[in-house]
């Protein structure tokens, strides 16, 4: 179980905030100098060299968006120039790309960031140039809208690359491309100029993800427990109605893929702050603010706790809670995680993008007036960045490309590279890895300034 340091502040993590971005410059340099485009999208590091690995190029965003993150927290145009011109090369044809669900990740890393740098004058202002940043967005939250299940509850879900039938957790972070879509005024227009509202898209997907793939130990199954999550709900798509769990890079479908959970974390998180903008009268006819609000309260309460009692003492998770391999490591929940352990591996990514999703929580609830239970989410949220921020995990070799070490991509399929005279993969990075640790980075090194708040939308 996660042990919280309640010492700790973002100032006092301030030092080894800078020393992340000292090492992520020039990680960032290598890989846009090294990196062929005709290979597609950098993924993960193989004997310390970024991969592709094939799939879909959802890693492309975080590629180009670290640039864009590195530009921010230092002032470094270097890295503008470079974010910008190899978005205006690469992303255009994923704005309106048909076949994924992960315009949040994607577009969102690179057009939206570029859009906030702009509103919150970190850039010069410039018009048209923001409409350009503007009309990518509003298209992507539109194509991304239009991927739609309906449910036989009355809820849908934007379905995963593997089909309609399929609801991915990992989309309740995609739920950004919707959210700033409507937020600048976009709806998703279909056949005889019928107008589908992109925040209504979004609430339903939220309410199917928190009722389908997050549990609360209601004995919803013999494995029901209290925060865990499926990776991905099965549905009847001429019903619309739910069949069954299942999982793609997990270990089973009655286990929590550890990323997944993250994801839920975060992706909740992020929305209960979106939801924070919207006028009550915009949310009436979806159960109101009370209830929009509680449902998703109520999954981001249970997945950060259940994050918090399944990881090990210092916050870093094994890639998923129920991995055949734990069994055999004793009470591994009562001390630091090992990634050089021979039976399961760790997985950091897992572990920078659960700790945005507690710093993000934690925070809402401070603002909420709940300082308990805000200040336990916020500080766990430091004490797991403490250790990310350190050796082993953070990556100090000039030689190797990834920033943060010991990632995991696809277990099951067997995708991450396992060293020389160890049983399991370690010592690799992912390009969602990298992005999230200088996403958190960056979040935690304001929160030190006491610096604007970065959020995916306008707060105003």
């Given at each position: 179980m996660l042990k919280i340091d309640y010492t700790i502040t973002a100032k006092t993590l301030a030092p080894?905030?800078?020393?992340?971005?000292?090492?992520?410059?020039?990680?960032?340099?290598?890989?846009?100098?090294?990196w062929d485009v005709k290979n597609g999208a950098p993924v993960i590091t193989v004997k310390g060299k970024y991969t592709t690995r094939a799939w879909t190029e959802w890693t492309l965003g975080f590629h180009y968006g670290s640039a864009?993150?590195?530009?921010?927290?230092?002032?470094?145009?270097?890295?503008?120039?470079?974010?910008?011109?190899?978005?205006?090369?690469?992303?255009?044809?994923?704005?309106?790309?048909?076949?994924?669900?992960d315009h949040g990740f994607n577009v969102i890393s690179t057009y939206?960031?570029?859009?906030?740098?702009?509103?919150?004058?970190?850039?010069?202002?410039?018009?048209?140039?923001?409409?350009?940043?503007?009309?990518?967005?509003?298209?992507s939250g539109a194509v991304q809208a239009a991927r739609w299940t309906q449910t036989s509850d009355g809820t849908g879900y934007i379905y995963s690359f593997n089909g309609p039938h399929s609801l991915f957790i990992d989309t309740m972070r995609s739920l950004r491309s919707l959210a700033l879509a409507h937020q600048l005024g976009q709806v998703l227009k279909v056949?005889?100029?019928?107008?589908?509202?992109?925040?209504?898209?979004?609430?339903?997907?939220a309410q199917a993800t928190a009722k389908y793939n997050v549990y609360y130990g209601k004995g919803r199954d013999r494995f029901d427990v209290r925060g865990r999550v499926a990776h991905e709900s099965i549905f009847n798509v001429k019903t619309g109605a739910?069949?069954?769990?299942?999982?793609?890079?997990?270990?089973s479908p009655f286990t929590t893929w550890t990323r997944g959970l993250a994801w839920a974390m975060l992706g909740f998180a992020e929305q209960l702050e979106f939801l924070e903008t919207v006028s009550d009268e915009e949310l009436k006819e979806y159960r109101g603010r009370r209830g929009i609000t509680s449902t998703m309260m109520k999954a981001a309460r249970a997945t950060c706790d259940y994050y918090i009692e399944n990881t090990p003492t210092d916050g870093i998770p094994y890639w998923d809670t129920g991995a055949p391999g734990l069994e055999r490591m004793g009470d591994y929940l009562n001390k630091p995680a090992d990634p050089f352990n021979d039976f399961e591996p760790v997985d950091s990514s897992a572990a920078v993008i659960a700790a945005q999703g507690l710093l993000r929580f934690g925070r809402f609830l401070r603002q909420k007036g709940l300082q308990k239970d805000g200040q336990k989410y916020y500080n766990?949220?430091?004490?797991?960045?403490?250790?990310?921020?350190?050796?082993?995990y953070l990556s100090t070799r000039t030689h190797h490309q990834g920033l943060i070490l010991h990632s995991v991509y696809h277990r099951p399929n067997g995708w991450d590279f396992i060293p020389r005279g160890s049983q399991v993969p370690n010592g690799e990075s992912s390009m969602w890895g990298d992005y999230h640790a200088i996403e958190l980075?960056?979040?935690?090194?304001?929160?030190?300034?006491?610096?604007t708040y970065p959020t995916f939308f306008d707060p105003e």
């Open positions: 080894k905030i800078e020393r992340l971005f000292e090492l992520s410059a020039a990680k960032i340099s290598s890989l846009m100098k090294t864009l993150l590195q530009f921010d927290a230092t002032g470094e145009k270097r890295f503008l120039e470079l974010g910008r011109r190899e978005i205006l090369k690469r992303m255009p044809a994923y704005v309106t790309h048909m076949g994924v669900h939206g960031n570029l859009h906030r740098l702009m509103r919150e004058g970190r850039i010069p202002y410039n018009e048209w140039e923001r409409n350009f940043y503007g009309l990518a967005l509003k298209c056949d005889g100029d019928h107008s589908i509202c992109l925040l209504e898209r979004l609430i339903r997907h739910y069949r069954c769990p299942n999982s793609q890079q997990g270990y766990a949220a430091l004490t797991v960045a403490r250790v990310l921020l350190d050796v082993p980075g960056l979040m935690i090194l304001r929160e030190a300034r006491r610096d």
